[in-house]
Nanobody, 118 residues
Framework: QVQLVESGGGLVQAGGSLRLACAAS????????MAWYRQPPGKQRELVAT????????TNADSVKGRFIISRDNAKNTVYLQMNSLKPEDTAVYYC???????????WGQGTQVTVSS
């Protein structure tokens, strides 16, 4: 079992920055990849960024490339999403995801709300 808890969301003005954190606990040795997704109101959930167990990191969504960076702190079992130059269209619920090599193969956090005002 893996538990994921997101934090760091909130209300920020356009152009500002936030850093989201996802703390993993439980069978963290089973995790092969972690990722951030987001779901704007009324829209489909989309993949934002991924980081492999090897440490290889990638920002996947074209709309956030150059502004968002995924990273991790292994000592704290925590993955971060640094979000800079925020825009109103970044407003969404942001979810942490972990993939594992054994069932159920992926886990989700509860989500954290990010609201960017114009």
């Amino acid at each position: 079992q893996v538990q994921l808890v997101e934090s760091g969301g909130g209300l920020v003005q356009a152009g500002g920055s936030l850093r989201l954190a996802c703390a993993a606990s439980g069978s963290i040795f089973d995790i092969s990849r972690m990722a951030w997704y987001r779901q704007p109101p009324g829209k489909q959930r989309e993949l934002v960024a991924t980081i492999q167990r090897s440490g290889s990191a990638q920002t996947n969504a074209d709309s956030v490339k150059g502004r968002f960076i995924i990273s991790r702190d292994n000592a704290k079992n925590t993955v971060y999403l640094q979000m800079n130059s925020l825009k109103p269209e970044d407003t969404a619920v942001y979810y942490c995801n972990a993939m594992t090599m054994k069932a159920p193969y992926d886990y989700w956090g509860q989500g954290t709300q990010v609201t960017v005002s114009s």
